[in-house]
């Protein structure tokens, strides 16, 4: 089963809330929901009930679950923010859309795909020289290689994003 999980902010306290998300009168919302396994004593089989809180959200603080996890076992959101091996120059934000593919050797594009990817964030020189400034496909091994773990996202960590 696809897990097609979003987070955002809440409007009414400014805490990330995640679930699945809807409008309803030109409002965006947040369903939370929760499961309770419940046993029936003349059966053997299990009843699921859910539990369902909506809140409304801020949609620009909306990220979409990548389905893909840190080196900690971490969810990997839309603009979350991540740091490879330890280095507070190592960091990359993740990011959903059209990049380049471009080839190691020559640094010529090859391909343009969309999916997930990083964007390196510019925190020294090296991160602004090629090939270390490219977009890179977000995948389980790159994730494992460059040892990946969150560090905060672009929405409460905007001074990572500065140089």
């Not at 040892?147 to 409460?156: A, L």
Request: proline fraction near 2%.
């Amino acid at each position: 089963m696809r897990e097609n999980l979003f987070k955002a902010k809440r409007k009414d306290n400014g805490e990330w809330v995640e679930g699945f998300v809807f409008g309803f009168n030109r409002k965006i919302y947040i369903t939370e929901m929760t499961q309770t396994f419940m046993t029936t004593y003349y059966t053997e089989e299990s009843v699921v009930d859910f539990n369902m809180r909506a809140y409304e959200i801020d949609p620009d603080t909306l990220c979409k679950y990548t389905r893909l996890t840190d080196k900690n076992k971490k969810k990997i959101w839309e603009n979350d923010i991540l740091i490879g091996r330890g280095n507070e120059d190592d960091l990359v934000r993740v990011v959903f859309g059209e990049f380049n593919v471009i080839d190691a050797e020559t640094l010529k594009v090859v391909d343009r795909v969309i999916g997930w990817h990083t964007e390196v964030i510019e925190t020294d020189a090296l991160s602004k020289c090629e090939p270390f400034c490219l977009p890179m496909p977000l995948t389980d091994s790159y994730i494992n290689r460059s040892e990946y773990e969150v560090t905060g996202n672009i929405f409460d960590n905007s001074e990572l994003l500065e140089e």
